[in-house]
Nanobody, 116 residues
Framework: QVQLVESGGGLVQPGGSLRLSCAASGFTISSYAMRWYRQAPGKERELVAHISNLGRTINYADSVKGRFAISRDNAKNTVYLQMNSLKPEDTAVYYC?????????WGQGTQVTVSS
């Protein structure tokens, strides 16, 4: 059974940092490119970062370039998102998933709130 468990979110002041984790089970992430997405209140889910299965190709949304870093540890079946210089507009629920997903399955996500 596929499961994605996101963690590491919280309340942080503008300019602060957080590190999100996505623990996968039921499949081996080394066979998949992985992505982080986010969904802010009243907005559609958007792609934040992408990493190929071996980590050789990485892409970011323009809004997070230079501030966020995606990484993966295939041995731990876990994907990470290091978020620095956080802004209020980064406030959202953050999710991870593969590129094509698993029949519409999404984990519960982790809430990130950037506020003073």
């Amino acid at each position: 059974q596929v499961q994605l468990v996101e963690s590491g979110g919280g309340l942080v002041q503008p300019g602060g940092s957080l590190r999100l984790s996505c623990a996968a089970s039921g499949f081996t992430i080394s066979s998949y490119a992985m992505r982080w997405y986010r969904q802010a209140p009243g907005k559609e889910r958007e792609l934040v970062a992408h990493i190929s299965n071996l980590g050789r190709t990485i892409n970011y949304a323009d809004s997070v370039k230079g501030r966020f870093a995606i990484s993966r540890d295939n041995a731990k079946n876990t994907v990470y998102l290091q978020m620095n210089s956080l802004k209020p507009e980064d406030t959202a629920v953050y999710y991870c998933n593969t590129v094509s997903g698993f029949a519409g399955y999404w984990g519960q996500g982790t809430q990130v709130t950037v506020s003073s």
